[in-house]
């Protein structure tokens, strides 16, 4: 038997197709990845048993157009799917999104976005290419994004340049902190193409991919990190590499203008860690229940300081929820302030309280709870990584909040 969904498709008024995908993803979470989640994070391991099972159930192409042999999901119905999966294994959710990103940012993204015909045509031939490899081989695109630097918060150019050159362009740079790095088959990296006597710009970003194979591709460093160790998110250098011009995943500029116009793709690393929050209370409730596997069967239900802190907990899931399935639900290219000020706070809300419930479930359950064998210490640790996130890290959310409700666009105190 699966586990009931997060979000009930009848309460929460699903679509067929989001009712459908969650229901796949929470199937494979609960009957294959969440046994596995201990040993990709103990060996710090990439799942890729996981993505050859969710090749299989079409969820690589969930978010690519049904023409091209995808289930043509939106935003909304691949968050709800991520956050099944980050239930059962927060490493796969987590690369998963590096993955989507893909194909949602070129895809239903993309469509919204005000492009030129020559800029459309150009686009809609260049994704056909990618689409056709993820649906009929399976391949595996990653999303490096940070450079290192303060490009990755959006105030400076990508530090990861590319130099036009015949049929294609010369990319050099690297991506730190980059997820799949050494498992992925291309990498969708976002560079500043270099202009001869213009100055460096993010409206001049590409968005290309690379081959994981092309020549002067290499990962570098070791991984051993407090959580999401099965992310193995290792450095990646590009050295003088030739990228065909096919490879584009947009247009040049069009990237600027999604995440110009389209603030809620950076959204996406949320689900995992709204995932994560239902684990942790899902396993204090069976703990307490004396269900959970591998324990013995001993209640601790009866006594009120447990009743307590799973209510507390309760209440902060469904405040969390709430917030969260209204935020994903009003994603749209060119939202209103309020709908991004409700972004940030949403995406602030959800790490914390992912932590906090870990927590709370660790000092409600007691020692036990500690162990390796349990899920519980690995959701902890998994839990306290997705503040520190870029572009959105619960620090930048703050402070677009503080800033953004206080002014108006234009307006400053000189």
């Given amino acids: 038997m699966t586990d009931a969904p997060i979000f009930d498709p009848h309460a929460w008024k699903l679509t067929d197709l989001e009712a459908d995908m969650t229901a796949r993803a929470r199937a494979l979470g609960k009957e294959k990845f969440a046994d596995r989640a201990e040993k990709w994070d103990r060996e710090a391991i990439f799942p890729t048993d996981n993505y050859k099972d969710m090749h299989e159930a079409g969820l690589l192409g969930i978010c690519i157009p049904e023409e091209h042999g995808g289930f043509g999901a939106g935003m909304r119905a691949y968050c709800l799917s991520a956050a099944e999966i980050g ?28 492009l030129t015909d020559e800029q459309r045509a150009r686009h809609k031939a260049g994704r056909a290419l990618h689409y056709k490899r ?3 081989e399976g391949a595996l695109y990653s999303q490096p994004f940070s450079g290192g630097g303060a490009a990755a918060a959006g105030f400076q150019p990508f530090s990861t340049q590319a130099r036009s050159t015949e049929g294609g362009y010369i990319v050099s740079g690297k ?22 006597g213009k ?14 194979k092309a020549n002067g591709v290499k990962v ?15 450095t990646l250098l590009f050295e003088d590499v030739f990228v065909a011009a096919s490879e584009e995943l947009m247009p040049q500029g069009v990237y600027f203008q999604a995440a110009s116009n389209w603030p809620h793709m950076f959204l996406t690393l949320s689900p995992t860690y709204m995932g994560i929050s239902q684990a942790a209370y899902d396993f204090t409730v069976a ?3 004396g269900e959970v596997p591998g324990t013995p069967p001993i209640k601790r239900r009866m006594y009120p300081t447990k009743q307590i802190a799973v209510a507390e907990m309760r209440v902060k899931l469904e405040a969390a929820k709430s917030l969260w399935f ?33 927590r709370l479930a660790i000092r409600t359950c007691g020692g036990q709870s500690m162990l390796k064998s349990l899920p519980l210490e690995r959701l902890y640790r998994d839990s306290r990584c997705g503040s520190l996130m870029l572009p959105w890290t619960a620090e930048l959310c703050l402070d677009r909040i503080g800033r953004e409700a206080l002014y108006e666009p234009g307006e400053s105190d000189d």
């Fill in 134 to 136: 993820i649906v009929e």
């Fill in 220 to 234: 570098v460093g070791d991984w051993d990190p407090l959580g999401m160790r099965g992310t193995v998110s290792r």
């Fill in 175 to 196: 991506k730190i902190f980059a997820s799949l790095a050494g498992h992925a088959d291309y990498y969708g990296v976002l560079c500043t193409h270099i202009i001869e």
């Fill in 287 to 289: 703990y307490l229940r």
């Fill in 199 to 212: 100055k460096p710009s993010r409206s001049d970003t590409l968005y290309l991919a690379i081959p994981a």
């Fill in 326 to 358: 209204q935020a994903i639900s009003e994603a749209q290219c060119k939202p209103s302030k309020e709908q991004v000020l409700r972004a940030y706070a949403t995406n602030h809300l959800v790490m914390e309280t992912a932590n906090e419930l870990c």
């Fill in 87 to 114: 239930r059962y294994c927060g490493a796969t959710a987590l690369t998963w999104n590096m993955h989507i990103c893909s194909t949602l940012w070129t895809g239903t993204l993309a469509d919204d976005l005000e």
